[in-house]
């Protein structure tokens, strides 16, 4: 099964200080269609104006991962973590049997540009906690680079759920493969650029569902960031 997801579908949800894209259903937006895939919940494709953000709000039982794009993000949680996120940086938040957090730009002159991303964990109640790596372009080029794993092997953050999460920068000619176990479930979401996933082209801000498929096969790239989950049913 292969399922796209065209950016231009997106649910678009603008409050001026924020204009988020909702690739699943979040919030007040609903679509029956697009409700989660396996235990991957929520893509947001969020831009905040400088110096605004999301004030502080409660989660629970929740993997939550920032991917920044651009700009500069600053997080603060009842744990007592603070940090100002980049390009580059991944933020991981296991919010557990609860935390209380907010975001902000953290400029006041530049817009900020990043990827929420929601997993449901496959354990409850545990300790709330965080993490955060960097990784480098050079560290995702013309390759799957692990950026999120259920072990944390390969200095990827660690998160509770049999899922992995691989990032990847590819210019043209490059050619990637990535294999399925039986039973695994694919989504690729595109960042920006072009590339063609399993004889499916796809823009930035499109994705694809691949089920009771061998792999996922990436090639015919122009100028491609991605995202690359390998997910549990």
Do not use: C
Not at 62 to 71: A, K
Not at 155 to 172: G, K, N, P, T
């Amino acid at each position: 099964m292969l399922q796209t997801r065209k950016s231009a579908d997106r649910s678009v949800a603008n409050h001026g200080w924020l204009d988020s894209r909702h690739t699943f259903s979040f919030g007040s937006y609903h679509d029956p269609d697009h409700v989660g895939f396996g235990p991957l919940l929520v893509i947001n494709e969020d831009r905040v104006t400088p110096a605004q953000g999301f004030g502080t709000h409660g989660h629970r039982d929740m993997e939550i991962i920032s991917y920044v794009l651009d700009g500069a993000l600053a997080h603060k949680d009842s744990m007592g973590t603070g940090s100002v996120l980049h390009y580059g940086d991944v933020q991981r938040m296991s919010a557990g049997s609860g935390v209380r957090h907010s975001e902000f730009n953290n400029s006041p002159s530049e817009p900020v540009h990043f990827l929420q991303i929601w997993i449901a964990p496959n354990v409850q109640g545990i300790a709330p906690s965080y993490e955060e790596r960097h990784f480098t372009p050079e560290s995702k080029q013309g390759q799957l680079r692990l950026i999120a794993s259920s072990d944390g092997r390969q200095e990827s953050v660690l998160i509770h759920q049999d899922a992995a999460i691989y990032a990847s920068i590819m210019a043209e000619g490059d050619r990637l493969e990535h294999p399925l176990a039986k039973d695994r479930l694919g989504y690729v979401h595109v960042i920006r650029g072009s590339v063609t996933v399993n004889g499916v082209a796809l823009q930035g801000g499109d994705a694809l569902k691949l089920a009771h498929v061998d792999g996922i096969t990436l090639e015919q790239a122009v100028a491609a960031e991605l995202l690359v989950f390998d997910l549990p049913h």
